[in-house]
C-alpha cells in the first residue's frame, strides 16, 4: 500500500536554547495524527516508571515536542505522540516541553488543520492502515489515539538497528509501516510482533525497501 501523503515540509530542529522552550500541559496538547504504536507506548512507560521527577523533566527538556500554536492558543503536536502518550497514561497531569514551530494567524480548528495538511504534518489513516480520513478524523488529545501493529512493529526493527531514524520527516515509521502492509507478513499485534519480526526483518534490509528514508544495506 502506498501512503498518499500530500508532500511535506521538513519539521524544524529545535534552537537548543531551553529559553526558546514552553512548559505545557499534556492534556492540552491536540494529535496530528490518528494512531501510535502501542508496543513503544508500553515501553516507554516502563522506562519513565523508573524515572525520579527531576529525572523526567531533565529528559523532557533533551526532547522538547515541535508545536503549532493557532491565533486562539492552542497548540497541536507535530511529533513525540508515542512518549508523550506513555506519560499521560502514568499521569494525567504531567507537563512536557515543547518548541513552535509555526504561529498560524487563525484560530477555528478546520482551518488550523487545513494548514497543517497543507504542510504535510497531518497523518490522516488509521490503526488499519485505510484513509486518508478527513481531518475532523483526528481525535482532539492524545488517549484517544488508535494503535497500529504495523507502527509498532517498525518501532522493534528501528530498536533493534534495522531501520534508521529520520527525525524530521513527518510520520516516517508510518511510511515504513505501511510499505510492510504491502507485504506478506504472518499475523501479529502490538502485544505480539514475535510472528512477524523474522520475515519483517528481511523486507527491511532488502534491496526492495531501498527507496525508503532510513534503509540500512544489509
Same mark, same amino acid.
Given at each position: 500500500m502506498a501512503l498518499r501523503l500530500p508532500p511535506y515540509q521538513p519539521l524544524p530542529?529545535?534552537?537548543?536554547?531551553?529559553?526558546?522552550?514552553?512548559?505545557?500541559?499534556?492534556?492540552?496538547l491536540q494529535p496530528t495524527q490518528l494512531c501510535v504504536g502501542m508496543a513503544e507506548i508500553r515501553s516507554r512507560q516502563l522506562d519513565f516508571a523508573a524515572?525520579?521527577?527531576?529525572?523526567?523533566?531533565?529528559?523532557?527538556?533533551?526532547?522538547?515536542?515541535?508545536?503549532?500554536?493557532?491565533?486562539?492558543?492552542?497548540?497541536?503536536?507535530?511529533d513525540r505522540h508515542h512518549r508523550l502518550r506513555a506519560l499521560l497514561e502514568l499521569d494525567p497531569n504531567a507537563t512536557a516541553f515543547g518548541y513552535v514551530?509555526?504561529?498560524?494567524?487563525?484560530?477555528?480548528?478546520?482551518?488550523?488543520?487545513?494548514?497543517?495538511?497543507?504542510?504535510?504534518? $497531518?497523518?490522516?489513516?488509521?490503526?488499519?492502515? *485505510?484513509? &486518508?480520513?478527513? /481531518?475532523? +478524523?483526528?481525535?482532539?488529545?492524545l488517549s484517544g489515539t488508535q494503535d497500529d501493529p504495523y507502527r509498532s512493529l517498525v518501532w522493534k526493527l528501528k530498536r533493534e538497528g534495522l531501520v534508521a531514524a529520520a527525525p524530521l520527516i513527518p510520520f516516517h515509521e508510518f511510511r515504513w509501516g505501511a510499505w510492510l502492509r504491502s507485504r506478506n $507478513?504472518?499475523?501479529?499485534?502490538?502485544?505480539? *510482533?514475535? &510472528?512477524?519480526? /523474522?520475515? +519483517?526483518?528481511?523486507?527491511?534490509?532488502?534491496?526492495?525497501?531501498?527507496?525508503?528514508?532510513?534503509?540500512?544495506?544489509?
Open positions: 530542529a529545535p534552537t537548543g536554547d531551553e529559553a526558546d522552550l514552553l512548559e505545557v500541559p499534556l492534556q492540552a524515572d525520579d521527577a527531576k529525572q523526567r523533566r531533565r529528559y523532557l527538556k533533551r526532547k522538547p515536542t515541535p508545536l503549532v500554536r493557532s491565533a486562539a492558543g492552542e497548540l497541536w503536536m507535530v514551530v509555526l504561529q498560524l494567524e487563525v484560530s477555528e480548528r478546520h482551518a488550523v488543520l487545513e494548514q497543517l495538511h497543507q504542510r504535510g504534518w $497531518l497523518y490522516l489513516y488509521d490503526g488499519r492502515g *485505510l484513509g &486518508p480520513l478527513h /481531518p475532523t +478524523a483526528l481525535p482532539s488529545s $507478513l504472518p499475523p501479529f499485534s502490538s502485544e505480539r *510482533l514475535d &510472528p512477524a519480526l /523474522p520475515a +519483517a526483518r528481511a523486507l527491511v534490509r532488502s534491496q526492495a525497501a531501498s527507496h525508503l528514508a532510513g534503509w540500512i544495506a544489509a
